[in-house]
């Protein structure tokens, strides 16, 4: 995974349910980000660079509300595509988009590597001169990066507001209000009986979403699975439901300044989170309050949605305040205590060291410290273990430093991202959450990554998922059994099913439409090369020939 690299918040990875030794294969691509002082690392933006011979490099920039997860949320994507122009200056507007980029490496909570900072230096200076598409009815497009302590990108004055944000703070709505003569706000019904009757009352409609419109656990997201830590049944109250979109239009007599991106309506957004915003400005009637809430747009009486709805109102119901409920003060204290356990986690130096012993490997986790946390607050338990073996959790002292030895291990299963999970009760009160760590290791040996790939190899239906994923086609069971019984006529493998067109057919239709594939295969093939593990023969053979037709048929790639 050379060529994708994501930045995130520390410690908001989510904890996977199951152990894999594939995660040691994303740990390059992981770039942590230490969190801003009382604010988070909260940006969804995505670039993608697309070359091709004798062509222009083309570019993808992506503005989101919508988080790298499986969350089951309505949200907002905006797409830019444009092609790399020669100018030698850069285009005016896009001057803050590239010093976003260049910032990068600055966030991060360890040095990024010399050959990523470089890639990065080129897409910031390349990606200010690549001449935007704009979307129909956009007239400008302007980027605004928000790094803690920043100014408000919106304009001073504006008619009419509409603003969409599952999470508020009254002094955040009260700023935002306070400058229209029409006002409308749409948010989670749960997160506006948080706000007192005078902030609700101040705008003119206010909106929640619809039961109906509810979305159902997304496609391709992970079935339910059993617990690492089995007697713990963990719901991790930042998996999100509902609306997640956030959406600032505001309109200045005929025209309208649409912001897109990562912002919730709150005051840690606007001072200290880092985040980001698109403004993309035209027209009131294509892109403003009247656009996204026309007069003419029906809910169902009952809150639910008729058949399928071609505008965003349709999704909405009005909100009607009813009476104020009382907070759940040992919820909150709780919630609040989870927090402060995770941030005295990132604030520890955590130490990981892989040593080899004539039984295997081991990892040794260890701290100079015990876990700084707040007493008198519950029962507090810490569980901690590598995320690439199951059974092998911990539990963490909160009275001494930390001293834990994982293994014996397989060289496949060395890893750096650990998972910890919480839980603190109080009572009949119980509040845990599970998250995972990219943290410092040494002695990790140079060829773990081609022992993951061995390892791959021993597992027919694991390397048959890979050559799938590499090779682009829609699923495993695209490989019949005309692929599979190569294991079991060389080392006694169990075959698994397959409905599909045979492997040859797959691997000669790849040839042909996406011949890039194959030389990813081929790459792959020579990096596991090795005395210790091969193909068996006759798939080697069948893969050699296809190889060889390539090289024939592609003799520059």
Same mark, same amino acid.
């Given at each position: 995974? !050379? ?11 989510? =904890? ?25 690392? $909260? ?13 222009? @490099?083309?570019?993808?920039?992506? +503005? ?12 907002? %994507? ?12 850069? *285009? ?34 390349? /990606? ?18 928000? %790094? ?12 009419? /507001? ?19 003569? !029409? ?8 997160? #506006? ?26 496609? =391709? @997201? ?25 959406? *600032? ?10 912001? /897109? ?5 709150? @005051? ?16 009131? $009637? ?5 656009? #996204? ?31 104020? &409920? ?20 990132? !604030?520890?130096? %955590? ?5 080899? +012993? ?15 946390? &707040? ?8 569980? +901690? ?41 109080? =009572? ?6 599970? *998250?995972? #760590? ?40 695209? %490989? ?19 409905? =599909? ?57």
């Amino acid at each position: 995974m !050379d060529r994708i690299y994501v930045f995130c918040e520390q410690g908001r990875i989510k =904890g996977p349910q199951s152990a894999s030794d594939l995660y040691g294969y994303a740990e390059d691509s992981i770039i942590e980000v230490a969190p801003p002082t009382n604010g988070s690392f $909260h940006p969804k933006v995505w670039v993608a660079k697309y070359t091709a011979p004798n062509q222009p @490099a083309r570019y993808r920039f992506l +503005c989101l509300s919508r988080n790298l997860t499986f969350d089951s949320s309505w949200d907002v %994507i905006l797409n830019l595509n444009g092609e790399l122009t020669d100018r030698q200056y850069a *285009f005016a507007d896009q001057h803050s988009l590239g010093e976003f980029w260049d910032q990068l490496p600055d966030f991060a909570a360890t040095t990024v590597p010399a050959a990523l900072e470089d890639t990065i230096d080129e897409i910031a200076h390349e /990606i200010r001169r690549v001449r935007f598409e704009s979307p129909a009815d956009v007239e400008e497009v302007q980027f605004h990066p928000l %790094i803690e302590g920043d100014t408000s990108p919106f304009p001073e004055s504006y008619s009419d /507001i509409a603003v969409v944000s599952p999470f508020l703070s009254p002094s955040r709505l009260e700023k935002l209000e306070q400058s229209s003569r !029409d006002s409308i706000l749409v948010s989670r019904l749960n997160e #506006l009986d948080t706000l007192d009757r005078s902030t609700i009352d101040a705008w003119s409609s206010v909106y929640g979403l619809a039961a109906g419109a509810i979305p159902e656990k997304a496609d =391709g @997201a992970p079935e339910d699975e059993p617990a690492l830590v089995e007697e713990w049944s963990v719901t991790d109250r930042t998996e999100l439901m509902g609306l997640h979109a956030k959406i *600032f239009a505001l309109d200045q007599g005929w025209d309208t300044s649409l912001f /897109i991106g990562s912002a919730n309506a709150t @005051a840690a957004a606007f001072r200290h989170n880092i985040e980001f915003l698109t403004e993309l400005k035209g027209k009131k $009637h294509d892109l403003g309050t009247p656009a #996204l809430f026309p007069d003419d747009a029906i809910t169902d009486a009952d809150g639910s949605t008729s058949g399928t709805p071609d505008k965003f109102i349709e999704l909405l119901v009005e909100y009607d305040p009813e009476e104020e &409920e009382e907070t759940d003060t040992d919820e909150t204290t709780l919630e609040h205590h989870l927090e402060h356990i995770r941030t005295a986690i990132l !604030d520890m130096t %955590i130490d990981v060291q892989a040593q080899h +012993c004539d039984d295997g490997y081991y990892l040794s986790l260890t701290t100079p410290e015990p876990l700084d946390i &707040e007493t008198g607050v519950g029962d507090v338990e810490v569980v +901690c273990w590598p995320l690439s073996v199951q059974n092998t959790q911990k539990q963490i002292s909160v009275t001494e430093p930390v001293e834990m030895e994982f293994g014996p291990l397989a060289k496949h299963s060395l890893t750096q991202l650990f998972a910890f999970q919480l839980r603190v009760t109080d =009572g009949d009160e119980t509040r845990q959450t599970r *998250f995972a #760590l990219k943290v410092p290791i040494t002695g990790l040996p140079e060829d773990r990554n081609q022992a993951i790939m061995q390892d791959i190899l021993s597992d027919p239906e694991r390397f048959l998922r890979l050559l799938s994923l590499l090779l682009d086609w829609d699923s495993p069971t695209d %490989i019949t059994d005309t692929g599979e019984h190569f294991w079991n006529d060389d080392s006694n493998y169990t075959s698994t099913s397959g409905a =599909g067109p045979p492997l040859l057919e797959l691997l000669v239709e790849t040839l042909e439409k996406n011949p890039s594939r194959i030389t990813q295969l081929e790459q792959l093939l020579r990096d596991l090369e090795t005395d210790e593990t091969s193909l068996p023969s006759e798939l080697n053979s069948l893969l050699e020939t296809v190889l060889a037709a390539h090289r024939r048929l592609q003799p520059d790639d």
